[in-house]
């Protein structure tokens, strides 16, 4: 069954508009940073969402291949991100994002 790229381009947008959501409405340092990651996601449907639309299997592994090295990026991402909470969360004993302009000296 082939779902129409219009759809998953849709579903992408949908998927972005939570994340963008979460970050602005959100305090907690772990949903913003959730969110963030929904919003890479929904990029990556997207690029496949194109990528399959465009026809042969060359210019859909394309996509595919940008699509893997985007999730390697939000990889170190995570990484680097979860790092800095913990640092902030062993400082503050909170990961309140009000909390973390205190962190001057």
Request: proline content about 2%; charged content about 10%.
């Amino acid at each position: 069954m082939n779902v129409p790229a219009s759809y998953v381009i849709a579903l992408s947008g949908v998927l972005f508009t939570l994340g963008v959501l979460g970050v602005l409405i959100r305090r907690n340092a772990i949903v913003i940073f959730m969110s963030i990651e929904l919003m890479l996601n929904s990029a990556n449907l997207a690029l496949v969402g194109f990528a399959r639309s465009m026809g042969p299997a060359a210019e859909a592994l394309r996509g595919q291949v940008f699509v893997f090295f985007v999730i390697a990026v939000a990889a170190a991402e995570v990484a680097v991100g979860l790092a800095l909470i913990v640092a902030i969360f062993r400082s503050k004993e909170s990961i309140d994002i009000d909390l973390v302009n205190s962190l001057r000296g």
